[in-house]
């Protein structure tokens, strides 16, 4: 399986930047497509961002199209996403996921444990 670990969350005020990581581990990253999901309490978890396996191809979600970057370095089996004017309403766990295809059992996804993300008016 592939183990997933985010880093860099915490506390900012409203118009902050944040940069989170994710480091992939028991898998071969560059053939992984990554994305960035994140879950307010009480709400439902939403797709934040993703990326292709080759960085060629990236898609966000509206709520944060501008203002956050999603990007990934092979090299360093890592994900990151760049995260600018920040608002009240981007609160929540983060979380990273990888998406595997094989061609004998279709499509996996992992997710790691979460990263949380708190902005303050």
């Known amino acids: 399986q592939v183990q997933l670990v985010e880093s860099g969350g915490g506390s900012v005020q409203a118009g902050g930047s944040l940069r989170l990581s994710c480091a992939a581990s028991?898998?071969?990253?560059?053939?992984?497509?990554m994305d960035w999901s994140r879950q307010a309490p009480g709400k439902e978890r939403e797709f934040v961002a993703a990326i292709s396996w080759s960085g060629g191809k990236t898609y966000y979600a509206e709520s944060v199209k501008g203002r956050f970057t999603i990007s990934r370095d092979n090299a360093k089996n890592t994900v990151y996403l760049q995260m600018n004017s920040l608002k009240p309403e981007d609160t929540a766990v983060y979380y990273c996921?990888?998406?595997?295809?094989?061609?004998?059992?279709?499509?996996?996804?992992?997710w790691g444990q979460g990263t949380q993300v708190t902005v303050s008016s």
């Open positions: 996921g990888a998406t595997l295809s094989t061609p004998g059992l279709g499509d996996i996804h992992s």
């Open positions: 028991g898998g071969t990253f560059s053939s992984l497509d």
